[in-house]
């Protein structure tokens, strides 16, 4: 354990920058910097997400009060907040969250909730899982005796439902608490609208 994590001191944005250098070697030190730093900002830009191609979980990094603007970061071993990004193939929940979105983890909390009935999908609670083969994002389901977890894709989404053994085979990091991502489909998600009497005419 470092020594920022035991005494809970501020540590600069160049610190948070080499941390998340050692967790990713070959993505631009530009692009980490933003990411450790994009607690003071809107978004990223759009573009350095194309480094993210599948869904990740970024190292613990704590963002300085907004209030006080502060350009430090502390990071302490107690943080229940850590963030993931939605990789740029990762439709599991289009069109509610979009691929490149950021997420913000609550990993205190692990329980699924089960056999419970949603009014929408709005209040259907989203989870950040990992697996063997990676990290996903999404709603969960458990059968009646608790022993498979099935991530749950959008309806619209095209995306196939994936099935687990709950605490085996895959670990649930956190409940999702907020999303930060832009409006609008990607480009590889655009859609074409035809018209009725186009539609006619062509059948």
Not at 16 to 23: D, K, R
Not at 30 to 37: P, R, S
Not at 61 to 89: C, E, F, T, W
Not at 176 to 186: E, H, S
Request: aromatic share 10%.
């Amino acid at each position: 354990m470092s020594h920022e994590e035991l005494t809970d001191e501020a540590i600069s944005e160049d610190e948070a920058t080499n941390l998340l250098h050692t967790h990713f070697p070959n993505i631009p030190a530009a692009v980490l910097k933003g990411l450790a730093g994009f607690g003071d900002s809107l978004l990223p830009p759009e573009s350095w997400f194309a480094y993210f191609p599948v869904t990740t979980l970024l190292p613990p990094l704590s963002m300085a009060d907004r209030n006080r603007h502060s350009p430090s970061r502390k990071r302490s071993h107690n943080a229940k907040q850590v963030y993931g990004i939605l990789g740029a193939s990762d439709n599991t929940l289009v069109p509610f969250v979009q691929p490149r979105a950021i997420v913000e983890i609550d990993s205190s909390i692990h329980k699924i909730e089960s056999r419970k009935v949603f009014r929408s999908v709005f209040e259907r609670p989203i989870y950040f899982l990992r697996s063997h083969d990676g990290y996903h994002c999404g709603w969960c389901e458990l059968d009646i005796e608790r022993k498979w977890l099935t991530l749950v894709p959008s309806a619209m989404s095209i995306v196939s439902h994936r099935k687990w053994r709950y605490r085996q085979e895959v670990e649930v990091i956190g409940i999702v608490n907020r999303v930060l991502t832009r409006l609008g489909f990607p480009k590889s998600l655009s859609f074409d609208y035809v018209s009725p009497d186009e539609h006619s005419n062509s059948t």
